[in-house]
Structure formats: structure tokens, C-alpha cells
């Protein structure tokens, strides 16, 4: 299989790190999720003696974001819990770092607490055979706390490095209702979009945006401040451009409070700018294509 000769499984001789990152397998359609179970399962069989000798993490990027999943509530919240399984070595299942680890299950983890376990396990936990499961501060190695370890504190939110576009904890929120506000919050949003993308240059490139309406706008309060959770519809893409942001309100004002997250498809829509982080904002002057090409 491809995955095992690329990760370079069948050559035992020298310890080896890979990443194999098969970026097309389910992205485009729901119908897609579970297509490829059999080939991963006859991939795990085939290569248990090389796995379990391993570390090995199995993960995707994000949840499902396809075919308007991300219109729904709980379909947002896929969309921001992506997949991780962790294997580790069989010599050390059983042991206190397995425990630790299976420990985490129901955890709130960051990307940071992935790099930090990698970190772990190559640079300090070799010294220690494994063994070590006490706290440790990885800075300046790592922002994050190793999945073998024991973690300190609560873990959420607002303890974590997790940007409110990203999170999902479910704080008590109620909806808003008030046509006149969702309508200002709407504008606001759309009026930062296009400074966001004339402070990164793209003005000349990308089609600016005006508020058409809200899919829906969520509010929670924040110590003094109000933190609004808005999806809205831009035109002129009409209902093809769907973003997700939230804006703070307090004495001061508005303010935004995260980036910018596109819920639906782009397709070609943004393809002026191939190999931008920012091609899914962009809506590329001229271009008519449909999204989901």
C-alpha cells in the first residue's frame, strides 16, 4: 500500500518519523466519510507489527464541512471536531503514559497539545524510558501539554489558546432576535470582511461583500461585554458565500472577535489565489462558476 512504503514501514533497520496526508479521500461530500474503512483496516492489519512498535496518530484536520452541513448548529460543531486516534507502542500499553493518555479522551485538546505529545516523545520521554507522566511546562519547545502527561488547571476556552471561531464548548447562549440588531451586526460583519481583505491586499482581486442576511446569530455574555456568534449570507455572491464570525459589543462598541470562517463550499470561486490562506474569503472579481465545481 502507498501509505506504508511512503511511511517507509518496510525498512526496519533505522527509527523513521512520516507524515502521509491524503488531503482529497473525504473532503468534498458527506458520501465520502466512510468510502475508504475497508483499505484502512486491511492498512492496519498488514502493518500491526510495524504499528505496534510505533507511535502513531491517525487524525483529519477539521470535521465534515460539505454539502451545507455547516448551515446547522450541530453540523458547525463537526465541523470543528476532527478526528484523532493515538496508538502507541505495544510495549507500553497498560503502563502510566497509557493511562494518561486514555485519560484525555474527553478532554478539550488543542493542535498545540498534539505538538507538544510529538515534542515529548522525541526530545524528553526517550531520558525517561516513557515512564515520565508528571506535569511539564514544554515552553519554549512547545505551547501545549503533552497527552502523556498530567495536565494542570481547567481547560477550556478561555484557559486554552483556542480561538472563539474554533471553539466548542457550549456556554449558555440564547438567540438573537431583534431584527434591528442581527441587521447591525450583519453590516459590521460584512464591513470588516472587506477591510480584512483590503488589509491583506486582495481589494484588487476579490469581489467586496454586503450583508444580504442572517442564517443565524447566537449571543453570550462575557463579563461586561456581549460576544456574538453571527453566520451571515454576503452578496454579491448571494447565498453562496456563508461566513461565520463573532463581534464583540460592549461600552466601547463593536469589535471583531475572531477571524473569518467560510461554512460552504468555494469551489473556483477563489482560484486568483491558488496557494492563499485566504483563497476561501475570496469571491475573485470577474468570476461567475458555481461553487461546488
Same mark, same amino acid.
Not at 468510502?35 to 500491526?48: T, Y
Not at 502510566?96 to 479522551?105: A, C, E
Not at 516523545?121 to 501539554?145: E, H
Not at 454586503?210 to 443565524?216: E, G, I, L, M, Q
Given at each position: 500500500?502507498?501509505?506504508?512504503?511512503?511511511?517507509?514501514?518496510?525498512?526496519?533497520?533505522?527509527?523513521?518519523?512520516?507524515?502521509?496526508?491524503?488531503?482529497?479521500?473525504?473532503?468534498?461530500?458527506?458520501?465520502?466519510?466512510?468510502?475508504?474503512?475497508?483499505?484502512?483496516?486491511?492498512?492496519?492489519?498488514?502493518?500491526?507489527?510495524?504499528?505496534?512498535?510505533?507511535?502513531?496518530?491517525?487524525?483529519?484536520?477539521?470535521?465534515?464541512?460539505?454539502?451545507?452541513?455547516?448551515?446547522?448548529?450541530?453540523?458547525?460543531?463537526?465541523?470543528?471536531?476532527?478526528?484523532?486516534?493515538?496508538?502507541?507502542?505495544?510495549?507500553?500499553?497498560?503502563?502510566?503514559?497509557?493511562?494518561?493518555?486514555?485519560?484525555?479522551?474527553?478532554?478539550?485538546?488543542?493542535?498545540?497539545?498534539?505538538?507538544?505529545?510529538?515534542?515529548?516523545?522525541?526530545?524528553?520521554?526517550?531520558?525517561?524510558?516513557?515512564?515520565?507522566?508528571?506535569?511539564?511546562?514544554?515552553?519554549?519547545?512547545?505551547? &501545549?501539554?503533552? %497527552? @502523556?502527561? #498530567?495536565?494542570?488547571?481547567?481547560? !477550556?476556552?478561555?484557559? =486554552?489558546?483556542?480561538? *472563539?471561531?474554533?471553539?466548542?464548548?457550549?456556554?449558555?447562549?440564547?438567540?438573537?432576535?431583534?431584527?434591528?440588531?442581527?441587521?447591525?451586526?450583519?453590516?459590521?460583519?460584512?464591513?470588516?470582511?472587506?477591510?480584512?481583505?483590503?488589509?491583506?491586499?486582495?481589494?484588487?482581486?476579490?469581489?467586496?461583500?454586503?450583508?444580504?442576511?442572517?442564517?443565524?446569530?447566537?449571543?453570550?455574555?462575557?463579563?461586561?461585554?456581549?460576544?456574538?456568534?453571527?453566520?451571515?449570507?454576503?452578496?454579491?455572491? &448571494?447565498?453562496? %458565500? @456563508?461566513? #461565520?464570525?463573532?463581534?464583540?459589543? !460592549?461600552?466601547?462598541? =463593536?469589535?471583531?472577535? *475572531?477571524?473569518?470562517?467560510?461554512?460552504?463550499?468555494?469551489?473556483?470561486?477563489?482560484?486568483?489565489?491558488?496557494?492563499?490562506?485566504?483563497?476561501?474569503?475570496?469571491?475573485?472579481?470577474?468570476?461567475?462558476?458555481?461553487?461546488?465545481?
Amino acid at each position: 500500500m502507498y501509505t506504508a512504503d511512503c511511511a517507509g514501514f518496510h525498512d526496519r533497520s533505522t527509527p523513521k518519523i512520516a507524515q502521509v496526508w491524503p488531503t482529497s479521500l473525504a473532503h468534498d461530500t458527506l458520501k465520502d466519510l466512510f468510502h475508504a474503512d475497508d483499505q484502512f483496516l486491511e492498512f492496519f492489519k498488514k502493518n500491526r507489527a510495524q504499528i505496534d512498535r510505533s507511535f502513531f496518530f491517525f487524525l483529519s484536520d477539521h470535521g465534515p464541512r460539505a454539502e451545507s452541513i455547516g448551515k446547522t448548529r450541530l453540523g458547525r460543531y463537526e465541523g470543528l471536531n476532527p478526528f484523532l486516534m493515538v496508538l502507541i507502542p505495544s510495549v507500553y500499553r497498560d503502563t502510566p503514559i497509557h493511562l494518561q493518555l486514555r485519560q484525555k479522551t474527553y478532554e478539550l485538546m488543542t493542535n498545540f497539545d498534539l505538538h507538544a505529545t510529538i515534542t515529548d516523545i522525541l526530545k524528553i520521554q526517550p531520558a525517561a524510558g516513557y515512564t515520565d507522566t508528571s506535569y511539564r511546562d514544554l515552553m519554549p519547545l512547545s505551547k &501545549g501539554s503533552s %497527552l @502523556l502527561r #498530567e495536565w494542570r488547571g481547567p481547560r !477550556n476556552c478561555r484557559t =486554552l489558546p483556542i480561538p *472563539s471561531q474554533y471553539c466548542i464548548c457550549q456556554y449558555k447562549e440564547t438567540n438573537v432576535s431583534q431584527e434591528t440588531l442581527t441587521e447591525n451586526l450583519g453590516w459590521f460583519f460584512a464591513d470588516q470582511f472587506n477591510k480584512h481583505l483590503f488589509n491583506h491586499g486582495l481589494s484588487d482581486k476579490c469581489q467586496m461583500q454586503s450583508f444580504n442576511s442572517t442564517a443565524s446569530g447566537r449571543k453570550i455574555k462575557d463579563g461586561l461585554s456581549t460576544l456574538y456568534d453571527m453566520v451571515v449570507y454576503l452578496v454579491p455572491s &448571494g447565498e453562496m %458565500l @456563508l461566513f #461565520e464570525a463573532h463581534i464583540r459589543s !460592549n461600552s466601547s462598541g =463593536l469589535t471583531l472577535s *475572531s477571524g473569518f470562517t467560510r461554512l460552504d463550499r468555494y469551489g473556483r470561486q477563489g482560484d486568483c489565489l491558488v496557494g492563499n490562506t485566504l483563497r476561501s474569503l475570496c469571491h475573485c472579481k470577474g468570476t461567475t462558476v458555481p461553487p461546488v465545481l
